[in-house]
């Protein structure tokens, strides 16, 4: 496993949907192994492969509560519900933090790591809400096109070597993914 170097914000990586995997094989186990270590080693709560510079339709997501990370290939949100607004990071844009609007309530559908599809539904929390935030990645999206009004977003004061235990703790939620 290997941490990759993150792509940040503006790069046209970030800017293009990618595209969806048809077959996942050892390439791609390698690739997902790397995401999640890349995810680990920058305190993220998730990642989208496009932050590495592969432009495929992968996200890993691992909340400070799961014991191990949760892998999508070609995730599709196939439902949202209800309107919330929340504080969010983004690894790629390291520096800031900004109010944006999400949903309640997001099922995804996806792959798994051995190729079969599977369902998740997730309400009001930190998995819903990283739901959205990669699967927007991997449309090209990144959170600031979704700030509330254009002054809601502002720069933070961070020190990774000090606030591990701030990371790993969630409510409000300004985890960077
Ligand atoms: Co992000």
Partial sequence: MAVLPLIYAPHPVLDRPTTRISKVDSKIHKLIDDMIETMHANYGVGLAANQVGIPLRIAVIQGPDDIRPLIFINPEIVKREGRRELTEGCLSV????????????????????????????????????????????????????????????????RDLTNDEEDSNHTAPSAESR
């Fill in 94 to 157: 390291p520096g800031y933090q900004g109010e944006v609007g999400r949903s309640v309530t997001v099922k995804v559908k996806a792959m798994d790591i051995d190729g079969r599809l599977f369902r998740i539904k997730a309400e009001g929390n930190l998995l819903a809400q990283a739901l959205e935030h990669e699967t927007d990645h991997l449309d090209g999206k990144l959170y600031v096109e979704r700030l509330l009004n254009k002054d809601s977003i502002y720069k933070i004061e």
